[in-house]
């Protein structure tokens, strides 16, 4: 395993993140149990959930993946070999099962404790805020358009506040964003110069068929010190190339989930094609050569892998392990040129 420092700290955490949105849904609690020993086991120490998850996240199932990490961490005494990211929900229609106070100094101290319990611990070693309050463009909308009548109020400061409270109590370590905009990395930058907790990590979206990050985010990473946490490296399984050809696998998420298409328009697929053309060249399997071209960038503390099943999980994590050559690299980047995210 490799292992990277995050950015302001002195934790460090394996470059492979165990992501674990499937757990209470797709896949058993027993399930998700074996896949943290056999994580753990290769090298992996970094785990990502939310109390949002199981995606699609419904009132039914609300919170299981936390549950389930929980004994986990309850039957094998591990929480210590474990550096723990977990997120509030932001809000809207979506989450409304959930809570509807958004960031309130009282929503998060709320969505903390909570996750403390069924978590069974006393700290969350990376606490982050899962996508903004205000109207912005994440969730695979490609560009911003502005909404003069957006209710939002103006409120980095007072999230920022309340989180170093929490800080203070022990409760959290560290602090990040997610499906943020350079903007609003920024101003959080800026606020945590105001005695603040400074936000450590952006999880967003990150993959060959999504290199939106590129264009500013990833400058503010490498010249502010925020660490990407990659997540759907492999667009929700499309990069594995079990799709193609009109496939729909039984028991596949966007067989189970057809509304889950943001990487399986016209144009990702041709990019797909192209990607599994140039993988079958170089003798590598697709979603290797997709991890790796993640693992190998510079603003990326974290790539996010997750699988329904343990010969999945096996793949994902040996990525680690592939370099790429610049041949390859240079046949990824003849392929962006000509189909440039194809998936927003």
């Keep these: 395993m490799k292992y990277s420092k995050i950015p302001h700290t002195d934790i460090e955490v394996s470059k492979i993140c165990l992501g674990t949105m499937t757990w209470g ?5 027993a399930e998700g149990h074996e896949q943290m020993d056999y994580a753990l086991d290769q090298g992996v120490n970094f785990f990502d959930t939310a109390e949002l998850y199981p995606v ?31 997120k509030i929900a932001g809000p809207g229609d979506y989450t409304a099962h959930i809570r509807t106070n958004g960031f309130k100094p009282e929503a998060i101290k709320d969505a903390v404790e909570k996750s403390l ?26 560009d911003y358009t502005h909404n003069p009548n957006d209710p939002w109020e103006y409120n980095f400061h007072e999230s920022l506040e309340t989180l170093g409270g929490l800080i203070k109590e022990g409760k959290i370590r560290q602090v990040g964003i997610s499906n943020e905009t350079s903007w609003g990395a920024m101003r959080y930058l800026e606020e945590s110069k105001k005695g603040l907790p400074r936000m450590v990590t952006i999880q967003n979206a990150y993959s060959l068929l999504c290199r939106s990050f590129e264009t500013s985010l990833a400058e503010v990473s490498m010249r502010e010190g925020i660490g990407l946490l990659a997540y759907s490296p492999l667009g929700f399984g499309v990069l594995s ?3 193609l050809g009109g496939k729909t696998p039984e028991g596949s998420r966007l067989t189970l989930f057809p509304r889950f298409a943001r990487y399986s328009g016209k144009e990702a697929t041709e990019a797909t094609q192209k990607y599994f053309e140039l993988a079958q060249k170089h003798n590598l399997s697709l979603p290797q050569m997709a991890l790796a071209y993640i693992n190998q960038q510079p603003f990326v503390t974290g790539n996010i892998i997750g699988a329904t099943n ?8 040996a990525s680690i392990d592939v370099e790429l050559s610049q041949e390859v690299l240079d046949g990824i980047n003849e392929i962006h040129s000509s189909i440039p995210n194809p998936a927003p």
Excluded: C
């Excluded at 343990?310 to 994590?317: A, C, D, P």
């Design 25 to 29: 849904n797709q896949n058993t609690e």
């Design 56 to 86: 699609p996240a419904t009132a039914e199932t609300y919170a299981e993946t936390e549950r389930i990490i929980g004994t986990w961490f309850k039957k094998t005494g591990n929480r210590d070999k474990v550096v723990l990211a977990s």
């Design 117 to 142: 319990q069924r978590l069974q611990t006393d700290y969350i070693d990376l606490y982050q805020l899962h996508w903004p309050e205000r109207n912005a463009n994440f969730f695979g909308v490609r």
């Design 241 to 243: 190339g079990k799709y």
């Design 310 to 317: 343990m010969e999945q999980l096996k793949e994902n994590i």
